[in-house]
C-alpha cells in the first residue's frame, strides 16, 4: 500500500498545473477588480483633496510615488505580514496620509475633512482587497475541485451511484469523526493532542471502511481490508507523501523566495491532498479487481 500510494503521487504531478492554473486565473480575474478600482480610489481622493484645498500646485506624481514606495517598503521577505499590512487599518491610514501630504503638504485648517475623506477612502479600497482575496481562493477551491476529478479518474474511476454513495458515507462518517473530536475536546481541553492522533488514525480506518462499502463489498472479507495493519500503511503512506510535498516547498521558498513557494506550495499540497483522501479507495479497488481477477 505505501508504495502504490507513493505510485500514486509521483504520477498525479502531472496535473502540477492544474491547481496552478486555476490559481492564477483566480488570481487574475481578482487583479481585474483590485487595480482599476484601487486606481479610481486613488484619483478619487487626490482629486477631492486638491478641490478641498484649492491649491494649483499639487505634485500628483509625488503622491503616487509616496503610494508605491509603502508598498515597496513592507517586508516581502515576510509575505503574511506584508499581505496583513494591506488590511491593516492604522497602516492604510498612515500610507494614504503620507501620499496626500507628498500631494499638498500641510493640510491646514482641512485636516478633519481630509481625514473623512481618507476614511472614506479605506471603506472604498477594502472590498476591492476582500473580492481579489475571494477570487483568488475561489481559484485554489477551482483547482482542488478539478484536480480531484482528474486524478480520480487515474486511479480511483466509479459509476454515478458508486459516487453517490461514497459522498453520503464520506457525509456521515466524517461528520461522526468531527463530533467525536469536539466532543473529546470540550470534556478535556488537554485532550486536544489526543484527539489529534486519534482523528488521524480514525482518517485512515474511515477511508478504508468507505473504499470497502464502495469496491470490495460482496468481493472481499470486511477485516482483510479494514485491519491495524493496513490503517497503518494508509497512515504511513499519506504522512511520507505529507513529508515530501512540504520538504519540495520549503526548498522552493529557501532558494528563490517565499511567493514562488507559494504558488508551487498550492499545486503540491493541493495534489498531496486530493491524493491522501483517494489513496484508500485506490487501494481497495485495486486489490478487489485482482481478487476477481484470480
Do not use: C
Request: glycine fraction near 6%; hydrophobic fraction near 55%.
Amino acid at each position: 500500500m505505501i508504495k502504490q500510494g507513493l505510485k500514486n503521487y509521483l504520477l498525479n504531478l502531472k496535473y502540477f498545473f492544474t491547481p496552478l492554473g486555476t490559481f492564477f486565473l483566480g488570481i487574475i480575474i481578482g487583479l481585474s477588480i483590485l487595480i482599476p478600482g484601487t486606481i479610481n480610489v486613488v484619483n478619487k481622493l487626490g482629486i477631492q483633496v486638491g478641490t478641498i484645498l484649492n491649491n494649483a500646485n499639487l505634485n500628483f506624481e509625488a503622491f503616487k510615488d509616496s503610494l508605491v514606495d509603502s508598498v515597496k517598503a513592507l517586508d516581502w521577505n515576510n509575505l503574511d505580514a506584508a499581505i496583513k499590512s494591506f488590511f491593516n487599518y492604522q497602516w492604510l491610514t498612515k500610507t494614504f496620509n503620507d501620499a496626500l501630504y507628498a500631494l499638498a503638504g500641510d493640510f491646514g485648517s482641512s485636516a478633519t475633512e481630509i481625514s473623512f475623506l481618507v476614511e472614506e477612502a479605506i471603506n472604498d479600497f477594502l472590498p476591492l482587497l476582500v473580492s481579489f482575496v475571494f477570487f483568488s481562493l475561489l481559484g485554489i477551491l477551482g483547482g482542488f475541485i478539478l484536480t480531484r476529478m482528474l486524478v480520480r479518474k487515474e486511479i480511483a474511476s466509479r459509476g454515478i451511484g458508486k459516487m453517490i454513495l461514497s459522498t453520503l458515507l464520506d457525509s456521515f462518517l466524517s461528520l461522526t469523526l468531527i463530533a467525536f473530536s469536539l466532543w473529546l475536546i470540550a470534556v478535556w481541553e488537554p485532550s486536544i493532542f489526543i484527539s489529534a492522533f486519534i482523528s488521524i488514525f480514525l482518517f485512515g480506518f474511515v477511508s478504508l471502511f468507505e473504499a470497502y462499502f464502495i469496491h470490495a463489498k460482496k468481493k472481499m472479507k470486511f477485516r482483510n481490508i479494514v485491519n491495524l495493519k493496513n490503517v497503518s500503511k494508509l497512515l504511513i503512506s499519506n504522512l511520507i507523501i505529507l513529508l515530501i510535498g512540504v520538504i519540495f516547498v520549503s526548498l522552493v521558498s529557501i532558494v528563490i523566495n517565499r511567493l514562488v513557494g507559494l504558488f508551487v506550495g498550492v499545486s503540491f499540497i493541493e495534489i498531496s491532498f486530493v491524493v491522501i483522501s483517494l489513496n484508500a479507495e485506490a487501494y481497495v479497488k485495486s486489490v478487489a479487481e485482482n481478487k476477481i481477477k484470480a
